[in-house]
Structures are given as C-alpha cells and as structure tokens.
C-alpha cells in the first residue's frame, strides 16, 4: 500500500495551488487521509483531514477558510486545495492514512500521531 503526493510547486502570495495524493495498493479501501505540513526547524502541523465513511472534513484553524479538501473515489485520489496563500504556507506538505478508520479532528491536531502510512511528501513554496 501507498499514498504518492504531487502537485506541489512555486505560487506567489495570495495565490492558489492544488495538491493531490493518490492511494494505491489497498485492498478494502482507504479510511481516510489526512494532509500535514512541515517547514524547516518548525514541528509537523496537522493541516486538513477527509474521512471516507461520511465525506466529514476537518481543518487546523491556520487553513480554515482559505483550504478545502475533497476527494475523487474514482481515482482514489484525495485533492487539497490551497488558496489565499500566504508565506507562512510554504512547507513540505505530505498526506498520510491507516489501514483502520480514524477520527479526522484526533490525527490532525496530534499532528498524526498514530497513521502509518505516509506519502513522500511534495514541497509548496509562497514567495514572491
């Protein structure tokens, strides 16, 4: 089983970007991804989170407003949308999911503690 994120780039402030991350390999279904961030010297932030038996979404306070996450099961693809970007947005960003169902607004405010699958991680820059 694996997540592989993408999409991540170079935008200006008060742009928007769109990163993706695509599950493969699991055999039921995955339960759930949730989207983290880390900048350099800085701990992991949990960022946003989507859940796939009710569609039920969380955001970290930082994001609220500004990001929106969704998912396209036909693709078994999960999509965060970033807009309004601000420099204190640019992190490496990665998604992460468990092979058990879990509460979005648990793993993203324990920062993830807990998933075992992770993506490799796809870097967001916002600069101008």
Not at 39 to 64: H, L, Q, W
């Amino acid at each position: 089983v694996q997540l592989q994120a993408s999409g991540g780039g170079l935008v200006q402030p008060g742009g928007s970007l769109r990163v993706s991350c695509q599950a493969s390999g699991f055999r039921h279904g995955y339960k759930g991804i949730a989207w983290f961030r880390q900048a350099p010297g800085k701990e992991r932030e949990g960022v946003a989170c989507i859940e796939t038996s009710d569609g039920n979404t969380f955001y970290a306070d930082s994001v609220k407003g500004r990001f929106a996450v969704s998912r396209d099961d036909a693709k078994d693809t999960v999509y965060l949308q970033m807009n309004n970007l601000k420099p204190e947005d640019t992190a490496v960003y990665y998604c992460a999911t468990d092979e058990y169902p879990f509460p979005c607004v648990v793993v993203v405010k324990s920062k993830g503690t807990g998933l075992d699958i992770w993506g490799q991680g796809t870097q967001v820059t916002v600069s101008s």
